[in-house]
């Protein structure tokens, strides 16, 4: 609701006011029964045109031509009123800013001088105007006071309308932000899940699956080997269950959880090597400072991915992981001897590019140097 229509009941006190006021007066005035009559008929008219239509008009207002047959009934009752007594000029305090509130300016401008002309022309028809040498020079003021009160009027229901507009603008931008944020930050959180998912669950699936393929042509051969495979798939399931835990409730990685980042990354490197027979190592530079949480989850997320590619795609023998704070930047090297490849073609993986975009959450980056047939070093650096 725009301010015009929050003090709106301000202007009908005042035209209550202003109707019973005039009727009084009209009925005061001296003159004949049948002047008087015709006079309230004409400003009951007037009233009850205003109640029916220029009340909605005012408010609406509706864009149609109703306006106009309104201005014209009530001008019609305005000048009626005025011809008939003569004190009903006063209801011209009324008929003048109802015009303005429903006509266009110009127009309003011209029934309004009409309107104000019509209480000499009353009386110059009745013959009364050389009895009142004064009323013309009233007119005159009484005209140019309406012209500039009503143009003032208009230009305040036009500034408070543009505001009401501007308002439900500036609501519904609003509205369209707080949608588009919450999109934002629904994609953002599928995109955290799916990275999870991909870091964790899935890499702990393929382990699974490839150490039941294992298990199955060990059974009849190796039964010893196909034992310590089977308790590595049922270790493996285990964890995976405590990391989608951990997942639902929003906490830290489970490994995490249980043990430091050194020795996270070192049943890592520990678990390849028992499972694909990757002969994998890890150097640590010297004792490690304490991490922000943040840190060490990019850090431990992006080792797990790098022994995954490495696990999938690399057919390496040998792998080392070396793990150091300088300078304030905390670095995980990932080197390996296998078949590389070359960084400029895309690989259609998400593991890279998730990768790059969690260490781009803390400010940290991911380098990959490789060759095909040279194996392949992964750097990632974030702050520590």
């Known amino acids: 609701m725009n301010a015009w229509e929050r003090f709106y009941w301000l202007w009908e006190v005042l035209f209550g006011v202003t109707f019973v006021a005039t009727t009084a007066l009209v009925l005061l005035e001296g003159g004949t029964a049948t002047d008087k009559t015709i006079a309230l008929l004409c400003l009951a008219g007037l009233g009850v045109t205003y109640l029916a239509r220029g009340r909605r008009l005012i408010k609406g207002p509706d864009y ?3 306006p106009w047959l309104f201005a014209g009934v009530l001008l019609l009752f305005t000048v009626g009123a005025i011809f008939a007594a003569g004190n009903s000029s006063f209801i011209l305090f009324l008929s003048c800013p109802v015009l303005y509130m429903t006509m266009p300016t110009k127009a309003a401008s011209i029934l309004t001088t009409a309107a104000v002309l019509s209480s000499p022309a009353a ?13 013309l020079p009233m007119t005159a003021i009484l005209i140019v006071f309406s012209l500039l009160a009503g143009r003032y009027t208009t230009q305040i229901i036009a500034q408070s309308k543009g505001r009401a507009a501007l308002i ?3 609501e519904a931008s609003q509205a369209e932000v707080s949608r588009l944020s919450r999109e934002a930050g629904m994609a953002a959180e599928r995109e955290r899940m799916a990275r999870e998912i991909h870091d964790t669950l899935a890499q702990g699936f393929t382990s699974i699956v490839t150490l039941t393929q294992a298990i199955e042509s060990e059974m009849d051969t190796d039964p010893k080997a196909a034992r310590r495979h089977l308790d590595l798939a049922a270790r493996t399931a285990r964890e995976n269950l405590a990391e989608a835990r951990a997942m639902v409730a929003t906490r830290m990685p489970s490994a995490l959880a249980a043990a430091s980042l050194e020795e996270s990354l070192r ?3 520990e678990r390849l090597t028992e499972e694909t027979g990757i002969e994998a190592s890890i150097e640590v530079g010297g004792p490690l400072p304490a991490l922000p949480m943040a840190t060490e989850v990019v850090l431990l997320r992006g080792a797990q991915e790098a022994l995954s590619n490495i696990r999938k795609h690399s057919r390496a023998a040998a792998v080392s992981l070396l793990l150091s704070v300088v300078d304030g930047r905390a670095r995980l090297r990932v080197t390996d001897d296998g078949a590389g490849f070359d960084p400029a073609e895309p690989t259609g993986g998400f593991g890279l590019a998730g990768m790059r975009a969690r260490a781009g959450q803390v400010g940290g980056i991911v380098t990959c140097a490789s060759e095909p047939g040279a194996g392949t070093t992964l750097e990632l650096e974030v702050p520590a």
């Open 64 to 66: 149609d031509h109703t």
């Open 123 to 135: 009386l110059l028809v009745q013959g009364g105007l050389d009895e009142q040498p004064v009323l």
């Open 168 to 170: 439900e603008q500036l």
């Open 267 to 269: 049943r890592l490197v």
